[in-house]
């Protein structure tokens, strides 16, 4: 049964990274290289210039904002000074991709994604003293899970090992959501992750009975108020990345809406 479940995650996974942008259209830029070989000019040529261009188009800061800002901008950020007086009795921070290298400083094993949220997690759990610090994310093949690194991050910064809960079993938002839902049945949770997964973790909590309140971090549609130089307006991997960012989420809340129809 294990195996079983084992392989339909790394299938899952497996397909949801050959549908983000870069190597589905390296794909399609590879099939019409064929049909060009082929003397399929006309198609040929369409699917390689399609391809291109569109690779070009999400590797520019203003289309990759216009993908994810709609997505980071449903729940606002979580602000301590200006919160409603109320208790939370819990912190939830979510797991993200980590390495764990043991050669390396602590930091240094955790990508930026988990470096937000658990210096959001630390940061909340100074600000109320008293909740519990719920930890999550397996190892996946590392030596240590998300979930123990962020547990070792928060008691470097003063948090004690007595407040943390650390999940290292959960593969992914899904399984976070079942584990942790019932730990928080009847108590005030905040919930920390990324900006732009919060939307479908949010769904995924609700769906498991939990309304816990959203404390989303790692915001990457920024932007100045200075007057930008043109250069800026040129493709980068650094907005390839947060277009396929956002991809990546919408296609989680495609897989998520469809898992509600059955």
Partial sequence: MSACVGSGFLLKKW?????????LLLIISVIGLMLLLKQHKRSGGGLVLFALFSLCLLSTRPVANALIR????????YLVDAAIEHSVHDIIVLGAA????????LLSQLGN???ERISEGVHLALAYPDARLIVSGYAGGEGRSS???YSAVAQRFGIDKSRIIELPEPKDTSEEATAIAPLIKGRQALLVTSASHMPRAMRLFIKQGAEPIAAP??????ESRAKLPFYTYLPNARYLERSETAWHEYLGLLKEALSRQR
């Fill in 217 to 222: 971090v790692g915001h990457l549609a920024k």
């Fill in 113 to 115: 994604a988990a470096l």
């Fill in 98 to 105: 980590q390495v764990a290298d043991p050669r390396l400083p």
């Fill in 15 to 23: 397909l949801g990274s050959l549908l983000l942008p870069l190597p």
């Fill in 70 to 77: 709609p997505l980071e901008s449903q729940y606002p950020p």
């Fill in 147 to 149: 979930a123990e690194l």
